[in-house]
């Protein structure tokens, strides 16, 4: 049976934490660039520009990206045939997370209760979501989520008869609403299907795959291509200040449901939508 | 319209700024985000004095990223303005003159801006690093204990902005939206 020791789970968290802060993946800056070419609005392209500039800077000056450097969410896949060694898997993620807020320069988002609010100053604990897969391999993603977006998401719990069109317009009210507080160039991910906590999940999940990859079930993809074209004629534009270029990709992820059901999840993300993978 | 202003801001250069204008602000502005916001809040409850002088100046939505060695700030992009609301209204009854931030604000706090002839200003979300290099110094002066979420006196140089909401209620994010879908269409 494979070991894998602790110590070098938390020193690749902690530099995924400050790597996914620092610098977005190609298809993200790919489609911000995309975006700027497609506008024709001054503002639009000036505040395009601008993400484009200031992912420079933080590339250049490690500066993070954005000052919301999020809360610390991962999906982990832990091999059934992988033995960790050390601590608990999930102290040595967490570990991780505190060394490289600490580290890194990176923001303290996270309070401890919250109702009574105190902050914990290394911004654990971290939010992680396990899946047992075939396999000796320990895979890790983060994705640090900022909350001007996270508190435009919405859970919609549709009726089957509501249908496909009852979810595009879920989508559509919830980008509506959205309007410029989640910093729109936006992704949206969708999450169908499933209950109530494993919908919400899946938009999350959804959030993580590459914004220029489609669905691979093809009427989930005509769903993404015409709502992410209803979403661009909106107006809402980048900054919210009108423009054509509201969202960059709307991601959706499905599961079986139960034959009363129809949830829908809407998870609102930024144009800083970070995510970095590693397999150990 | 590029326009150039200095901090404090008196209640005739707020009514020149109109909804739409992009501005490059200079001088002192103070960073308070939701902590500062309730503590201010519960300050002026008690009838106690707030740890800096509000009239006249500007609050910056913000919690910046611990600056490195050799900066003066780390990432230094608004926050959503929104969850400001409650405490707002009296903030701009009580003399402060301009917020910056993003999103959209409540009916209560357009009321209050335009009873107080204030303005509302919007920074591009997310580009915080971009920001920072117009904050030139940056000193935490109130609630340190607060971490990010502490006061800072800060003072910016060219800082840019754009005017949502103007002193008379015009507001940027209806208005800009409505504009762009009506060229769309002649198209």
Redesign the interface.
């Known amino acids: 049976m494979r070991s894998l020791h602790t110590d070098e789970i938390i020193k690749n968290v902690r530099e995924m934490c400050i790597e996914a802060n620092l610098q977005l993946a190609p298809d993200m800056t790919e489609a911000i660039h995309n975006g700027l070419e497609n506008e024709t609005g001054n503002l639009a392209r000036q505040i395009l520009g601008q993400l484009e500039q200031n992912m420079q800077i933080a590339k250049e000056d490690k500066i993070p990206i954005c000052q919301d450097t999020g809360m610390a969410v991962f999906f982990v896949n832990v091999g059934q045939d992988l033995h960790i060694e050390g601590m608990s898997l999930t102290d040595a993620i967490n570990e991780g997370v505190r060394q490289g807020y600490t580290d890194g320069y990176l923001r303290k988002s996270v309070v401890k209760d919250p109702l009574l609010r105190e902050n914990t100053k290394d911004n654990t604990p971290a939010i992680i979501h396990y899946d047992i897969v075939p396999g000796d391999k320990l895979e890790i993603l983060i994705a640090p989520k900022g909350f001007g977006s996270e508190n435009m998401s919405k859970l919609y719990m549709l009726k089957p008869a509501d249908g496909e069109e009852g979810v595009k317009n879920a989508i559509l009210q919830a980008v509506s609403e959205a309007g410029p507080n989640a910093c729109p160039p936006l992704v949206v991910g969708v999450g169908i299907g499933g209950d109530f906590e494993l919908c919400a999940k899946l938009a999350k999940k959804a959030l993580t795959r590459n914004v220029n990859e489609s669905s691979k079930l093809p009427h989930i993809k005509e769903i993404e291509d015409e709502v992410l074209d209803k979403i661009n004629h909106l107006g809402i534009g980048p900054g919210g200040l009108g423009g054509r270029t509201t969202a960059l990709a709307v991601n959706i992820e499905t599961y079986a449901t139960h034959i009363a059901g129809l949830p829908v999840a809407v998870n609102m993300c930024c144009h800083v939508n970070r995510h970095v993978k590693r397999t150990l | 319209m590029d326009i150039k202003i200095t901090t404090p801001l008196s209640k005739e250069e707020l009514i020149k700024l109109h909804s739409g204008d992009?501005v490059y602000i200079s001088g002192t502005i103070y960073s308070a985000r939701d902590?500062a916001h309730k503590r201010m809040y519960e300050t002026m409850e008690k009838g106690e004095k707030l740890p800096f002088d509000i009239k006249d100046n500007v609050i910056y939505y913000?919690?910046?990223?611990?600056?490195?060695e050799g900066?003066v700030i780390?990432?230094?992009?608004p926050?959503?303005a929104?969850r400001m609301d409650k405490y707002t209204p009296r903030l701009l009854d009580s003399g402060l003159s301009g917020m910056i931030g993003?999103?959209?604000r409540s009916k209560e706090v357009i009321d209050a801006i335009v009873r107080n002839k204030c303005v509302y200003f919007?920074a591009?979300?997310?580009?915080?690093?971009?920001?920072?290099?117009c904050i030139k110094k940056s000193e935490v002066i109130a609630y340190d204990d607060?971490?990010?979420?502490a006061i800072r006196k800060m003072e910016v140089e060219d800082f840019?902005v754009?005017v949502v909401i103007d002193s008379k209620g015009n507001n940027?994010?209806e208005t800009?939206?409505?504009?762009?879908?009506a060229k769309?269409v002649e198209k």
Do not use: M, N
């Open positions: 992009y902590a913000l919690g910046p990223t611990p600056a490195r900066q780390g990432s230094a992009g926050t959503t929104s993003k999103g959209k919007a591009v979300g997310g580009a915080g690093a971009l920001l920072s290099k607060l971490g990010t979420e840019p754009i940027l994010y800009a939206v409505e504009q762009f879908l769309e």
